[in-house]
């Protein structure tokens, strides 16, 4: 069995009231309920048909995505909560990203934390495989799914080991309109972890 390389921070807080209306809202159209309405032509003195307009089929909901292009990421984003460990969740999908739903949003003051996976567990890469490599400076960007564009810059790409990462200061840093990236580093510690570090990037809303 293939086992995902994403390594995740311990969230040891309560599902929280924060607002999910940024994907609640903004992800799901309404469809209006249409019906075609006729009468069989089956004798002479049959109505004749009468049809209600066909309606366009509903557009697929539009996703919010994640690029960052100095290492050519631009990765959907996954809505993720607690998983029955009391940890931050992961994406379902190695290409993807995952925005923690009970935190902050981006764009507001904060910390909208997003995780990704490193690897598929063989090595093989995934959305964060080159995360380590952005540099101070480099640009992220999120695009909601109506278009509108939020544009961070890169401020700090730090390393901890998994035992002294700083869940407070990464979920609640208050300090700015901020990203919090997330993903695994290090040794593979056979632990159930996967990897032992994590490498967390700072990106804050220019």
């Known amino acids: ?11 040891v807080y309560m599902r929280t ?5 940024f994907f609640s809202e ?5 469809v209006a309920s249409m019906v075609r309405v006729f009468t069989p032509p089956d004798t002479a003195s049959a109505s004749p048909v009468v049809s209600a307009p066909t309606p366009a089929l509903p557009k697929k909901a539009a996703t919010a995505r994640l690029s960052i292009p100095s290492i050519k990421v631009n990765a959907a ?6 998983n029955q ?15 923690y739903k009970y935190g902050t949003m981006p764009g507001q003051v904060g910390s909208a934390v997003i995780d990704g996976h490193v690897d598929n567990g063989l090595s093989l890469p995934a ?13 992220v960007y999120i695009t909601n799914p109506d278009g509108t564009q939020l544009h961070f810059a890169v401020t700090s790409i ?5 035992a002294t990462a700083p869940v407070e200061q990464i979920f609640h840093d208050t300090s700015g309109r901020l990203l919090k990236l997330i993903t695994c580093e290090g040794t593979w510690s056979g632990l159930g972890y996967a990897y032992d570090h994590r490498v967390i990037v700072t990106a804050e809303l220019i």
């Open 127 to 139: 959305v964060f495989y080159n995360l380590k490599k952005v540099q101070k400076g480099d640009d």
């Open 26 to 30: 903004t992800f799901v159209a309404p």
């Open 1 to 11: 069995m293939v086992v995902a390389g994403l390594c995740l921070l311990a969230v």
């Open 77 to 82: 984003i996954e809505s993720v909560g607690i």
């Open 85 to 99: 460990n009391g940890e931050m969740d992961t994406p379902l999908r190695l290409a993807d990203v995952g925005l």
């Open 158 to 162: 730090d390393d901890y080991e998994l």
């Open 17 to 21: 009231t924060y607002s999910d209306r």
